[in-house]
DNA sequence: TCAAAAATACTCCTTAAGGAGTATTGCTCC
DNA sequence: GGAGCAATACTCCTTAAGGAGTATTTTTGA
């Protein structure tokens, strides 16, 4: 099933221990597959690598301290060869292609069953870009592989999106940041623009499913 | 640790089989547990209790096919005796409070490590009501005993409410129904009313709190 | 240091949402 | 079979949000 000559070096990070103890099974059950490390966030993986031989990386995107998406890139720049799963609950079409197209191979649920995920792996160590089965079916591959355009936000439209997301008033979010509350309506209207439509909670919606504001 | 007359019979019930695969590694290194049954969905369990003995049910609350409040309810109502501890990655007050209110003997975080694990079952088959260690830090006890006050919507308030969190207004709203806009602003407003809020993007992030809609 | 980008603030106008009622027609359950 | 709830639809009025501009002051990066 394998490339024969050396096993494959794997390492899992999530910070679901339950998710590590499965995949460990998964792993160890199989001849050609061997796990080199297992981290429960981002910043535990990144004082380990370089300090150990990898192939392939099982990268679950909602880690305690950052987003699947930036640490798949930086991954991918550091270590243009490592081949990069992404392991997660969500399904979002948005996050899949943000995924994607920062570099990793594959993208897997995980309600995908054992054999689901040794399957995307060999594929992805084939150089194929695979998704769990339940996604393949739900999702165009060739959709995915356009780019997706979420718009940019500066700094202060975002903060003021979170406070419109939790169910502020222009004029509440004015009070709390001591400006103006026809400023407040200048940065609605421009995020308005920026997500195409006519109504916050459009943009609230189409933000979280980017990941812009959390959920 | 456990009652030495015989080993406790656990249930596993998730959609995730890598949760599964690591619940087995955490019980089966236990002397005193034994896994009796594993299950994927809530229809599977149904299906198979009452054949199987069973002393503590792990009890995923996001299944496929039910949630994991109603799916509770009714198993303390055919069970009375068997314990159930839910297992979920969701950390919402709400959605613990009506876990527990609903007969469940803990709340454990799907973050949560074996050994904090193995402790929640332990104090749950001795009578008491425990939460995964994160969760204890981050609520009191108290506060999730008290009841949850969730508006009970009636089906048309809650096929509007689901519009509405999708960003529709009340004019689309209307026309999708074939009804009176002017009946659409009185099902929001008795909306608003039973959210207990001005803003229906309030009213919205309250319901998927609460589960009442979906994320 | 200078131009671009971001943050601030405004006007004028239109439309949608929120607040507080009232009222009629169906169900449906005991 | 009638009380009660759900669903429907309305009035009148206030406030907030959306649309389309313009303009000034910071900030920041090249």
């Known amino acids: 099933m394998w490339d024969n000559s050396r ?23 199989n001849d050609g597959l061997e796990l080199v490390g297992q981290f ?9 690598l370089g300090m150990i031989e990898v192939d392939l990386v099982l990268l679950d995107i909602t880690l305690p301290d950052g987003n699947g998406i930036s640490i798949c890139k930086e991954l991918k720049k550091s270590y243009p060869d490592l081949v990069i799963i992404a392991l997660s609950n969500l399904s979002e079409r948005s996050i899949i292609k943000q995924m994607l197209q920062s570099g990793a191979s594959g993208y897997l649920l995980k309600t ?4 689901d995920i040794l399957n995307c792996m060999q594929d992805a160590l084939n150089g194929k870009i695979t998704l769990s089965s339940e996604l393949k079916e739900n999702f165009d591959m060739a959709v995915l592989s356009e780019p997706e355009e979420i718009p940019e936000l500066t700094i202060r439209e975002k903060q003021i999106l979170q406070l419109l997301a939790a169910g502020k ?25 920026k997500f195409e439509t006519g109504n ?14 959390p959920r």
């Open 7 to 29: 096993n494959i070096r794997v390492i899992i990070v999530d910070d679901h221990p339950l998710v590590i103890e499965g995949i460990k099974n998964v792993i160890q059950g």
């Open 40 to 48: 429960g966030s981002a910043k535990a993986l990144s004082d380990c």
């Open 112 to 115: 995908a069953d054992p054999c």
């Open 169 to 193: 008033t222009s004029a509440e979010i004015a009070a709390d940041l001591f400006i103006s509350p026809l400023t407040v309506k200048t940065h609605r209207a421009t995020l308005l623009h």
């Open 200 to 213: 916050i909670l459009t943009a609230v919606n189409k933000a979280r499913e980017s990941g812009i504001i």
